[in-house]
């Protein structure tokens, strides 16, 4: 409750509600666990007040109102679940199906849409409308995202919202009027802003649907698990969608899809393409996996603790000349972690700088410049990083005998040259969770879980520290960061 609003007392659905004046009856609803059915409001969006889905019964009041534009004040009665307020739904909820197509069982948005959890909730009526139906396109590719059906449209016009007023891209647009009324791109334009798949997440029922989720796995075969967007520097919160019950749906992929998780200090409801179509890089981990300990010269998997014990025989004896080359995507409790075992190992230099290839857009509303999410969770943890254009000097010159790489791919970054570099070095070892370029420039690999398979904490940016949680269980033999650097640490001791 605003401390500068003015506190009262409604009566909602027979219950005694704290509220403010002048807070409008949809948002006291929300704030106290009441579900009051509507399509065109949302939080961050406004209300237009057009989908006459929300209306209660206001005591006093000559006919039923609409809640999302209805402010309240002291002793005001309202009921969202009377016969008067639930006839009235009803009624708004018939002219929202009159034209609908009857596509569920082909619908992506089956399990998770407005119009069929209100129908069963409120609906169940027998119709009273004409059969024959008014027809619009579908099917419409309206960027490399999103797909657009019109006729699934309820006009809610959440997305022209979205695109008007946060993205500000204006690339979607309400054309014609009364029931010829209908969404569409805007002419000479492409839904392609960095924030197109957020009029995904805002469409409540199954008008706009992602491109690339299509038809891959049912809604309610998926898992939730609250998580942190790597995406970048903000940490955006997010939920990452697993398909792990029906294996043989989503291409066999683990990962079906990431959404926002709603947080007003970091993203708000928000969170930008980069992120939302990187899970990529994640679903596809399956299929581009390190899952087992390797010796690479001679080439022969090893179990953890013959591996272990050879490398900390190889960093005792040249501590002194490693280095440690190290991703951003490192969890704090992976940089408290590998702060041990550099003081135990004698390791002081380090080189993890976001460089080109963690380098990328940023603008106003969330996207940030650099690509990785825990760069502060290293500066926090006191390590200091060199630049990697003094890494290459030095291995070019032979003053490093070790290089110890920890999910970073340093062919990305020195591009044609990291193999004349990294054979400069006596002694590689490569730790992650996928081979990339590094798989076979280096002499030992470890393969290391990935964030959705482990539980930790990011910093962002703004020095917040915000937890992620394990959605799958690792693949082969792979271990967290910090459990490896805590298993080679004690055989260093």
């Excluded at 409008?24 to 406004?46: K, M, W």
């Excluded at 939302?276 to 581009?288: F, I, K, P, Q």
């Excluded at 937890?467 to 650097?485: C, M, N, S, T, V």
Aim: proline share 5%.
């Amino acid at each position: 409750m605003s401390p500068e609003k003015k506190p009262c007392k409604v009566n909602f659905n027979g219950k005694e509600l704290p509220a403010y004046e002048g807070q409008l009856a949809i948002e006291v609803a929300r704030d106290n666990g009441i579900d009051v059915p509507h399509y065109c409001y949302h939080p961050a969006l406004g209300n237009p007040g057009n989908c006459r889905m929300c209306v209660v019964e206001v005591q006093g009041a000559p006919k039923p109102m609409v809640s999302c534009r209805l402010p309240v004040n002291e002793g005001m009665v309202i009921r969202s679940d009377s016969e008067v307020a639930r006839r009235a739904q009803t009624s708004s909820l018939e002219f929202h199906l009159v034209n609908h197509p009857l596509d569920c069982p082909v619908c992506d948005q089956s399990g998770e849409c407005g119009l069929q959890d209100y129908y069963m909730k409120n609906g169940r009526y027998e119709s009273q409308v004409r059969k024959d139906k008014v027809h619009k396109r579908k099917r419409i590719q309206a960027g490399p995202h999103v797909m657009l059906d019109q006729e699934r449209c309820v006009m809610c016009t959440r997305c022209t919202r979205f695109v008007d007023n946060v993205s500000k891209s204006h690339d979607l647009g309400v054309f014609q009027r009364g029931h010829k009324q209908f969404i569409d791109v805007t002419p000479g334009k492409t839904l392609d802003n960095p924030y197109s798949g957020n009029v995904v997440d805002v469409c409540p029922v199954g008008a706009l649907t992602d491109r690339d989720f299509r038809f891959k796995v049912r809604v309610w075969y998926l898992d939730k698990t609250d998580s942190v967007c790597p995406g970048c520097a903000r940490g955006c919160n997010i939920s990452v969608h697993t398909n792990t019950k029906r294996p043989w749906h989503n291409g066999g992929k683990r990962v079906g899809r990431l959404k926002p998780r709603y947080n007003p200090d970091v993203n708000g409801y928000w969170m930008c393409d980069e992120g939302r179509y990187g899970y990529e890089s994640v679903a596809g981990l399956d299929l581009d996996r390190l899952g087992r300990v390797m010796r690479l010269s001679p080439r022969q998997e090893l179990s953890w603790d013959a591996a272990l014990g050879e490398l900390a025989g190889k960093l005792k004896a040249r501590g002194a000349q490693t280095a440690v080359a190290a991703s951003g995507m490192l969890s704090n409790e992976d940089w408290a972690a590998l702060k041990k075992l550099s003081s135990a190992a004698g390791i002081s230099r380090f080189f993890f700088a976001a460089e080109p290839d963690q380098v990328g857009e940023q603008d106003e509303l969330l996207r940030r410049r650099e690509k990785v999410p825990n760069l502060k969770g290293a500066e926090a943890a006191g390590f200091k990083s060199e630049g990697f254009d003094a890494l290459s000097r030095d291995l070019e010159a032979g003053k490093l005998r070790v290089l110890y790489v920890v999910e970073r791919d340093l062919t990305r970054v020195w591009g044609d040259r990291a193999k004349a570099l990294l054979s400069k070095a006596e002694l590689v070892i490569f730790q992650g969770p996928r081979k990339t370029g590094m798989a076979d420039l280096a002499h030992y690999r470890l393969p290391a879980t990935a964030y959705v398979e482990e539980d930790g904490h990011f910093t962002n940016f703004e020095g917040k520290v915000q937890r992620y949680f394990q959605a799958l269980k690792p693949l082969g033999a792979a271990r967290p960061d910090w459990r490896i650097f805590d298993d080679l640490r004690e055989r260093l001791s």
